[in-house]
């Protein structure tokens, strides 16, 4: 985990519970709908074989402003570039905060 990952599980209510279920964040009590969409929209960005259709960017604009929107995908393209620009040269987490065990 790095140090931007440690600080949102840190400031975000229930961060590191919500950490520790990303992986089920559909059937997770711990997320909010605007959070859902966020990690909904994060998956259509991420997987190659997925695309961001204008339903679920209907679904975005009903929970964020434009520049929340624009944050928020500067942030995924972000963390997407990263999680193709660290591995090769063997970046590996930063040990900030521990990842809670499944």
Known sequence: MDINSARAAETTDGGL???G????????????????VALEYAEAITYT???????????????????QIVELT???????????FNPPLGIEA???????KR
């Open 74 to 84: 500067a942030a995924i393209a972000f963390e997407n570039f990263r999680s193709k």
């Open 49 to 67: 074989d997925r695309q961001v259709d204008d339903a679920l960017f209907a679904k975005v604009k009903q929970h964020f402003t434009e520049p």
């Open 17 to 19: 519970d919500k950490l």
């Open 21 to 36: 279920e990303l992986l089920t964040w559909r059937d997770s009590a711990l997320f909010s709908e605007a959070e859902r």
């Open 94 to 100: 930063q040990g900030f905060c521990m990842v809670p």
